[in-house]
């Protein structure tokens, strides 16, 4: 006698020995399959055993992944219409899932289902890798597909509706609970259906009062209610967009662009998500990442007016400040000022543009040894930007090409509270000290009366100037002599140290070469008196010992 039980799919076909329902198992058919034998105590009726034979079954569902078809006959012959190959690629799936090894799985349950097109348990199995591998719009399809094959699968319910709610589709997701709880479902299939029931109702509850504060403009309380609804419903492009509009309405557009691209992932073609992104960057000074951005934008849609149109306006102005950025590093300072005055000029519009324009040319200026126009450039910016830390170390720079050491020191202290481990702050700290230090003994530069940056030639003039000035042979008055003694003692010291490159090196570091002190051991070679000085030609550019030179 046969009897027929449907279940996964399965046709099973079984008939009786008078032996007890416990000698159920697997046994080898000795054909490279197994064969499940169902043995029954006595004839009768099997309507009360289906549902044990359906129990023991699920209990060993991975053995029965990819099998088609058992049939079971009364001894003359086993028939088995196994496909061997969907089993292997089953199990090998699932060793590879279980592996982590989730690209190679896949591949696997792919060639399961192309071999067997309603095999629930691959759609199931390839679900669980595309979730693993965060794509759930797969995932979702793939389950719809196990649903449909089988519509008592409450697991695969209860997982779509998890993944429905976390996209926002409240109602679907009711949907699938309900008919979970419809399905005769296990006690803890039922309290987890109704769980998400009611997480459901309250989600869109949230979610209705949200929407409405934003229209009253309560923009505050609606993203703190869109943050609770966001932590369950992740996928929702809809919700994050909102939120998203919130903190630009706010005036806290860079909290709205994680919001925004994670829109234009969840949502397909989302142009507009995209425009957005890349003007939020514009209007933060990014003009890089709002290119990067706006051709996302024009990728989806070559004719979009907006992104069109803001492409051309971002495109001009990066290419102005890659222009100028170019000069900088050539040392073309001054093409790189005009540059950045055309940056200015481009967009009027956006402040944090022409913030920055000014701070590179007060860089340019610094750099260029325009010291006055970089401290006037370079103030403007630190008003609008007290802590700028490059401003800050530019009119640094141009305080002491002023002899201004105290504002250097200043600017730098300033600089380095706002940026510690900043290397190029500490060491110009420090000249900045060694140059005040130094002020207060000797200055070779104010003796001559010349700027820190001047030239050789400068430097020559200058003194030629000073040396007949004060050549002590213009005096009668022995005390006026003597004064005049000292005067040009100092004034052809300051000659020789600045004319001399490696001495004017340690004087620019803020070492004095003729400074008794500030040479290591003992007594100073360069140390000079009125009697070494004397008999030399001020006008020459060589060195005290070539012509003897009187002034009457």
């Not at 662009?257 to 425009?275: G, M, P, Q, R, V």
């Not at 001009?316 to 001054?334: D, F, H, P, V």
């Not at 002899?403 to 900043?422: F, K, P």
């Amino acid at each position: 006698m046969f009897h027929t039980l449907n279940f996964y799919r399965l046709n099973l076909r079984y008939f009786t020995l008078g032996l007890p329902t416990s000698q159920i198992g697997w046994e080898s058919t000795g054909i490279g399959c197994n064969l499940l034998v169902i043995i029954e105590s006595s004839p009768g009726d099997f309507r009360n055993q289906d549902r044990d034979l359906e129990d023991h079954i699920t209990r060993d569902q991975d053995h029965l992944m990819g099998w088609n078809r058992y049939a079971f006959t009364d001894g003359t012959g086993v028939e088995c219409g196994i496909n061997a190959e969907v089993e292997k690629q089953l199990e090998m799936g699932k060793k590879l899932l279980a592996a982590g090894q989730l690209a190679d799985a896949l591949s696997h349950f792919h060639a399961a289902i192309e071999g067997d097109s309603d095999n629930y348990i691959a759609y199931y199995r390839r679900a669980t890798v595309y979730l693993a591998m965060g794509k759930s719009k797969a995932a979702i399809r793939d389950l719809s597909k196990v649903v449909e094959l089988k519509q008592d699968f409450t697991s695969a319910r209860l997982q779509r509706g998890h993944l429905l709610l976390k996209q926002g589709k409240f109602d679907e997701a009711e949907e699938d609970f309900k008919n979970v709880l419809k399905s005769n479902p296990s006690d803890n299939e039922e309290k987890e259906a109704r769980s998400q029931l009611m997480k459901s109702d309250e989600l869109q509850r949230l979610h209705s009062q949200a929407q409405s504060l934003y229209h009253q403009e309560d923009y505050i309380t609606a993203i703190r209610l869109l943050d609770e609804i966001l932590e369950v419903c992740v996928w929702d492009a809809e919700l994050r967009e909102l939120r998203a509009e919130c903190y630009i309405k706010e005036g806290e557009p860079g909290k709205a662009i994680s919001d925004l691209k994670a829109a234009t992932k969840l949502k397909n073609d989302n142009t507009e998500a995209f425009y957005k992104i890349s003007t939020i960057y514009y209007q933060l000074g990014d003009h890089e990442l709002s290119l990067s951005e706006v051709r996302e934008c024009l990728k989806l849609d070559q004719d979009h007016k907006l992104c069109f149109s803001h492409y051309k306006q971002v495109k001009k102005l990066n290419k102005q400040i890659e222009s100028a950025e170019e000069l900088i590093r050539e040392g073309r300072y001054t093409d790189a000022i005009s540059k950045y005055e055309s940056v200015m000029k481009t967009e009027p519009k956006v402040p944090i543009y022409t913030t920055r324009a000014k701070e590179r040319i007060c860089h340019c200026f610094s750099k260029n040894e325009q010291s006055a126009e970089a401290i006037k450039v370079c103030t403007e910016v630190l008003l609008l930007e007290p802590a700028n830390v490059n401003a800050l170390k530019d009119r640094a720079e141009a305080y002491l090409l002023e002899d201004q050491y105290e504002e250097a020191i200043q600017d730098y202290e300033t600089a380095q509270a706002n940026s510690e481990n900043d290397q190029q702050i500490r060491e110009g700290l420090e000249r900045a000290q060694r140059m005040l230090k130094q002020s207060q003994k000797r200055d070779y530069y104010k003796i001559l009366g010349i700027k820190r940056n001047a030239r050789k030639q400068e430097i020559i003039k200058a003194y030629r100037k000073l040396a007949s000035q004060w050549h002590p042979d213009n005096f009668q008055n022995e005390e006026e002599k003597k004064k005049a003694e000292k005067k040009f003692i100092d004034i052809a010291a300051a000659k020789e140290v600045l004319t001399d490159p490696e001495m004017r090196r340690k004087f620019d570091a803020g070492e004095d070469p003729l400074d008794a002190e500030s040479q290591q051991g003992g007594g100073n070679p360069f140390h000079r008196t009125w009697n070494t000085w004397q008999g030399f030609n001020p006008f020459s550019s060589g060195g005290p010992f070539k012509f003897k030179f009187h002034f009457n």
